[in-house]
């Protein structure tokens, strides 16, 4: 009975009236053959994420240049004494809070825009995102670091060190944040804890001087490796959260 | 054809075979979710046209057979909603297609119709990307965005559904 049943579906669904225009098939293909010689060759990861760097708003561009060229103006007009690198600790916040508002947006509107037209999941635009914006993170950290270096006389370790955990700290706190709270409000928790890190940064080179003694660099260095394994198994979790497709695909 | 285009595969003419080998089957789809040949075709001419755009825009990755169905669908879906979609209850308004047939098969059609025309959408759609299309329960599941569990879930109940129907029944 069940046999027959599929039987007679296949058959039913196979019966299906001719095409109204025989030439509807050798229209596309002529369509086809005219975009020949423009199919990008390309196809790699490393491709995609080349193309989704012109999707970054440019406003992350000229923030993270601004900023630099800030810091860089500053140090070299202020900077007296040996103690000045530790500026950098309350900057690197910062650096960190202009690719997380980027970040936010794809994660808030799932990318939506991308996803339907392109045939890469969510999961695969995030983490293009994810790498673009780390990049562009480090870049503008090494140049600060080296800003840095090249006015204050400071042990190359110490600057990494002061340079790297902020920075791990504050992307951890945002990736943390935006993993618990995907809605609109998350672009301003994550701008305030930021900020709010920037300047605890900027208190404790005053108030707390001992944090930036030689002796307390094996606190620097355990502080390090917890913000790294956080940051990792937020990134994990954000980009299980995202495996899932849109729902708009499932609609009927 | 492998499903998978990889990059040695992004040429025109490959792209051809696709168009070759998934036309009908696009068209088979699109009018039955429609069930108008004039708007079945149209679709079809659509989902291949965004299929060829895509493909210029976005290589790799994947499937060409779920991507077009997935478009399809969705045009479909698009389609229905559009203010001037009036349902078609029959089988088929065509008079040419049904003189053409045999009237007891006819009948017999329009009966297996209106048995599937009164099931759940979810379960008609599982049902004609698995008989009308011969797709494999993993491919309706990427499809549709389910699981193969719930596929194969809903195959089992529309076809219990036309049993008790008694469509089996010669």
């Known amino acids: ?252 | 054809m492998a499903d998978k285009i990889n990059q040695s595969e992004c040429e025109t003419d490959d792209m051809e075979e696709i168009i070759r080998e998934y036309y009908d089957d696009i068209y088979k789809y699109c009018y039955w979710k429609i069930k108008n040949s004039t708007d079945a075709q149209d679709i079809t001419q659509e989902t291949f046209l965004r299929f060829i755009q895509n493909f210029v825009n976005y290589v790799d990755m994947g499937k060409p057979k779920a991507l077009l169905y997935t478009i399809a669908r969705n045009l479909c879906i698009n389609w229905k909603r559009k203010p001037s979609y009036i349902p078609l209850e029959n089988i088929e308004n065509d008079s040419s297609f049904i003189i053409s047939n045999e009237l007891d098969t006819v009948i017999d059609k329009m009966y297996l119709h209106d048995a599937v025309s009164s099931l759940p959408l979810s379960q008609q759609e599982v049902l004609l990307l698995r008989y009308g299309q011969d797709l494999r329960v993993g491919e309706i599941a990427t499809i549709l965005n389910i699981s193969r569990f719930t596929v194969m879930y809903r195959l089992k109940c529309a076809i219990n559904k036309l049993n008790k129907m008694k469509i089996g029944e010669d």
């Open chain 1, 1 to 252: 009975m069940k046999r027959n049943i599929q039987k007679k579906l296949v058959e039913m669904y196979q019966s299906v009236p001719p095409m109204p225009d025989a030439e509807g098939m050798t229209s596309i293909i002529k369509e086809a053959k005219s975009i020949k010689g423009v199919i990008p060759k390309e196809s790699s990861l490393f491709w995609f994420v080349k193309t989704q760097i012109r999707f970054i708003d440019i406003k992350v561009w000229i923030f993270q240049i601004l900023l630099l060229c800030m810091y860089a103006l500053f140090v070299c007009a202020t900077l007296q004494n040996t103690e000045g690198f530790l500026l950098l600790v309350p900057i690197t916040p910062i650096v960190v809070l202009i690719g997380t508002s980027e970040l936010s947006r794809s994660f808030r509107y799932r990318m939506a825009e991308m996803e339907i037209p392109t045939h890469f999941s969510l999961r695969q635009v995030l983490l293009a995102r994810l790498i673009i914006i780390v990049a562009a993170d480090l870049f503008t950290l090494t140049c600060l670091m080296i800003i840095t270096a090249l006015k204050a006389y400071t042990a190359i370790n110490a600057l990494i060190l002061y340079g790297i955990v902020p920075c791990l700290v504050t992307a951890y706190g945002c990736l943390w944040i935006m993993n618990r709270c995907n809605n609109s409000y998350s672009q301003y928790y994550t701008a305030t804890y930021s900020i709010a890190l920037s300047v605890v940064g900027g208190m404790s080179v005053n108030l707390w001087p001992v944090w930036y003694n030689t002796s307390a660099h094996g606190i620097w260095l355990l502080v390090f490796c917890l913000a790294l394994v956080g940051f990792y198994s937020e990134v994990r979790k954000m980009l299980n959260n995202c495996s899932r497709k849109l729902e708009c695909f499932n609609e009927i």
